[in-house]
């Protein structure tokens, strides 16, 4: 089956680093995304994995190992408006279908 | 600018009612989905389409209903079919079937 498990909710404080953990089982794989998304808004593209390793975007990181399946979003220096929903999804081998996990609500505190 | 637009940004529907959430893009995207947003569960694909006149079914695709009339819109009917209605719905888009997505700002659903 299909299945993508991230945590529910995290809480980190202003200036300090969060990593945000995505395992998955899927039927294959093709790529792996996170996507940011504010309360009641669009989701927005910040990363895309399809190579195992480190990809590092400014303050933003993902990281992939295919033979583990599991990916992380590192956030540095956090900021108050980085408090959001992040979503992990996958894109099949067969190109038909992302697999989205059930996302993770980070709360930045002063 | 391009972009996704979905509208209304709010919608209520009384048992029995059809109703349809507009979604329009101008990024020239082949391909648009709609996903229904749940707490605590991750976005379910209800309906895709690859290019104009031509859409498939996700997987929740029972009590829904869309059409690909234009390149730029793809509008999704919520019928009466659908018992439990109340969601948040996001119209999305991509350049090709599965390429990266872009998202619009999302419909709310509610029953009366």
């Known amino acids: 089956g299909q299945n993508i498990d991230q945590p529910t909710e995290m809480t980190a404080t202003e200036g300090a680093i969060v990593q945000i953990n995505c395992t998955y089982q899927?039927?294959?794989?093709?790529?792996l995304f996170w996507y940011q998304q504010h309360a009641g808004e669009a989701p927005t593209f910040l990363s895309y994995n399809v190579l195992d390793g480190l990809e590092e975007k400014g303050r933003f990181s993902s990281f992939l190992s295919r033979s583990k399946g599991y990916s992380y979003l590192l956030l540095k220096e956090l900021q108050m408006k980085d408090s959001a929903s992040y979503l992990c999804a996958v894109r099949d081998n067969y190109g038909q279908n992302f697999v989205f996990g059930p996302g993770t609500r980070l709360s930045v505190l002063p | 600018d391009g972009g996704i637009t979905q509208s209304p940004k709010y919608l209520f529907r009384k048992e029995g009612q059809n109703v349809t959430l507009s979604c329009e893009q101008n990024l020239n995207h082949d391909a648009m989905y709609w996903y229904r947003q749940d707490p605590g569960q991750g976005l379910r694909l209800i309906y895709y389409?690859?290019?104009?006149?031509?859409?498939q079914k996700g997987d929740i695709a029972e009590g829904y209903s869309v059409s690909r009339e234009k390149k730029e819109s793809f509008p999704l009917t919520v019928t009466s079919a659908q018992k439990n209605p109340t969601a948040f719905y996001l119209c999305?888009?991509?350049?090709?079937?599965?390429?990266?997505?872009?998202f619009g700002s999302g419909t709310q659903l509610s029953v009366l």
């Open positions: 389409s690859q290019i104009v006149n031509d859409f």
């Open positions: 999305a888009s991509s350049i090709a079937l599965n390429e990266k997505l872009f």
């Open positions: 899927t039927s294959g794989f093709n790529g």
